[in-house]
């Protein structure tokens, strides 16, 4: 299967990436094992910053929609992806 995966703000520059790509999974693939998959392909800066494969949540400072839904209002990185799911990586912001 593929899911489209966008890049916005501050992590496009941490992995040099563009904004958006497609990525193949196989079908039941989770969140997780996609997140594993970018953290290996995108290396220690990805695994340092954003999420490091076995773990059970990305790290505080990024946040992950799936088709518009945050983790929190699925079933975090056990979330199951299907084909043409849209995968959103952004930077957590904060202001004051």
Wanted: glycine share 14%; aromatic share 6%.
């Amino acid at each position: 299967m593929r899911v489209r995966v966008e890049y916005i703000g501050h992590i496009r520059q941490l992995i040099g990436s563009g904004r958006e790509e497609d990525i193949e999974l196989p079908e039941g693939a989770s969140l997780g094992d996609l997140l594993a998959l970018l953290a290996e392909k995108y290396g220690e800066t990805f695994k340092k910053t954003v999420y490091s494969p076995g773990g059970v949540d990305v790290t505080p400072n990024f946040m992950i929609l799936v088709n518009g839904y945050l983790l929190n209002q699925l079933e975090g990185i056990r979330t199951k992806l299907k084909h043409g799911d849209h995968v959103i990586l952004t930077s957590v912001i904060s202001g004051g």
